[in-house]
């Protein structure tokens, strides 16, 4: 089951110090939603721990994460997979910075893709929830960045 998102916002950041930002996972995932750790194992890899929950499947995840694109300082990609009882997921996001009047535009984008058990037993309430939970990963983004 595909879900795809995406959105854009502008801050009064430079380019260059958004790209900073995005492409710091210390900075950066501590942002996302139920975030309960990270390991950073190289400049371009790194393991986040989050908590899910739907209906009455709930846990902690680990999701192994790579910045699979970065180029400074127009775009920052990430690719990551995990897994929960009853499935698994895969995902990516990007993030593509322009420089507006007075800061940076960035325009953003999002796929996740749940495989397994979780889909069937969840059924309704995985969409809902990830649309919840990306709109606040982009508002601590922006307040972040602001």
């Known amino acids: 089951m595909p879900i795809k998102l995406s959105g854009e ?3 009064r ?4 110090e958004v790209y900073e ?3 710091d996972p210390a900075k950066f995932a501590p942002l996302l939603p139920d975030f309960e750790s990270i390991t950073v194992e190289d400049a371009s890899h790194f393991v ?6 739907v209906s009455h499947i709930k846990g ?15 775009r920052a990609q990430y690719k990551g997979q995990g897994a929960i009882a009853g499935g ?11 420089a507006a009047v ?3 535009k960035v325009n953003w984008q ?10 069937s037993l969840a059924g309704g309430l995985v969409e809902p929830l990830a649309k919840k939970n990306i709109k606040k990963l982009i508002d601590a983004l922006q307040g972040a960045l602001t």
């Not at 986040?48 to 929950?53: D, F």
């Not at 902690?60 to 127009?74: D, G, I």
């Not at 698994?88 to 322009?98: C, E, P, R, T």
């Open 60 to 74: 902690t995840a680990a999701v192994k994460m790579e910045l699979a694109q970065a180029e400074r300082p127009s």
């Open 48 to 53: 986040v721990r989050v908590k899910l929950g």
């Open 110 to 119: 999002g796929e996740a893709q749940i495989f397994g058990r979780l889909i």
């Open 102 to 104: 007075g800061g940076t």
């Open 88 to 98: 698994h997921f895969s995902l990516v996001a990007a993030f593509d910075l322009l």
């Open 21 to 23: 930002f995005l492409t």
């Open 13 to 16: 950041k430079t380019p260059d």
């Open 9 to 11: 916002f502008e801050v």
